[in-house]
């Protein structure tokens, strides 16, 4: 049977990733005042932090409308859909009305939404595991349910260089993001399990924060040995290497994937910020 994967732009692709044609970007768009930016193939990481640093207010974002998903439909049996947790974008419930509306006329269709309660290397990772079970030719039911406890048992965390964009838009109070700014309190974050931020721990200084985020890993990987740990960065590829050591030099696990940041993912973890998940 063939099949695509179909991911919102805050998926982050690796090279081979951006190679292999059963992957898909449906592309959120990004409003930096009165610009839109999309978020695709030419979306210009450099010149987008650079706007978002000089930009008084949060950028804001807008998902995909359900007819971006549903031009694909036709073009593989299986249709497989991976998005940003629901709790952080419209992109789900986007998704998943395209679903039914496609299945309204095409009842015999198979076409299933993941919602990754998590983003970034979150999402890339579900699609990776996606993608080796089609490619073993396993069943699209037997698919969704692996996929779907794959899910429920993934770790997300993720290290931030600068708070400015929580503080913007309200996740963070302007006096708690002028004293950690300050005090070079660096925040490892995670998700709740249910795709809502939620903090994890933190150190002064980067270094540390790094430390820390390794050793949270350790507390709460599932079955490390036989998963891959996928790191997004958003333009510091040193800084990756330097967090995929200091993981590797606690946690052993099967295979390790660095991609860059795209342009949703850029927007969150802003210039310098890695998202871990395994």
């Known amino acids: 049977m063939s099949y695509l994967i179909l991911c ?23 409003h930096i005042g009165e610009e839109d930016i999309i978020d695709d193939e030419t979306f210009d990481q450099k010149s987008f932090l650079q706007k978002v640093a000089a930009y008084p ?3 804001k974002s807008s998902c995909p409308g359900p007819e971006n998903y549903m031009e694909y439909f036709e073009q593989a049996d299986d249709i497989y859909i991976i998005t940003l947790s629901s709790h952080l974008s419209g992109s789900y419930n986007s998704a998943e009305l395209a679903r039914k509306m496609y299945l309204d006329e095409h009842p015999d269709k198979k076409v299933h939404v993941f919602d990754s309660k998590s983003a970034s290397a979150g999402q890339s990772l579900i699609a990776l595991e996606v993608r080796k079970r089609a490619k073993a030719g ?13 899910i429920d048992s993934m770790g ?7 708070l400015e964009v929580l503080r913007k838009n309200g996740r963070l109070s302007n006096i ?32 540390k924060a790094i430390e820390k985020l390794a050793d949270a890993i350790c507390e709460d990987a599932v ?17 990756a290497e330097f967090v995929k050591e200091t993981i590797l030099g606690k946690i052993e696990f099967k295979d ?3 991609a860059e940041t795209g342009g949703i993912s850029s927007l969150y973890a802003a210039d310098g910020g890695i998202v871990v998940c395994y």
């Not at 692709?13 to 992957?23: A, G, I, L, P, V």
């Not at 997300?156 to 600068?162: P, R, Y």
């Not at 079955?223 to 800084?239: G, P, Q, V, Y």
């Open 256 to 258: 390790v994937m660095i």
């Open 223 to 239: 079955d490390s040995k036989n998963r891959t740990l996928f790191i997004s960065h958003c333009n510091n590829a040193e800084r």
């Open 8 to 30: 919102d732009s805050c998926t982050d692709f690796t090279r081979k990733m951006m190679e292999d044609s059963h992957f898909i970007r449906i592309p959120l768009t990004l």
């Open 176 to 207: 708690t993001a002028l004293l950690v700014n300050a005090l070079n309190i660096k925040l490892v974050m995670t998700s709740d399990g249910n795709g809502q931020i939620d903090k994890c721990s933190q150190a002064r200084g980067m270094k």
């Open 138 to 150: 396993i069943s699209f039911e037997q698919i969704v349910d692996e996929v779907s406890g794959f």
């Open 156 to 162: 997300t965390k993720f290290v931030l260089e600068t």
């Open 57 to 59: 207010d949060c950028p």
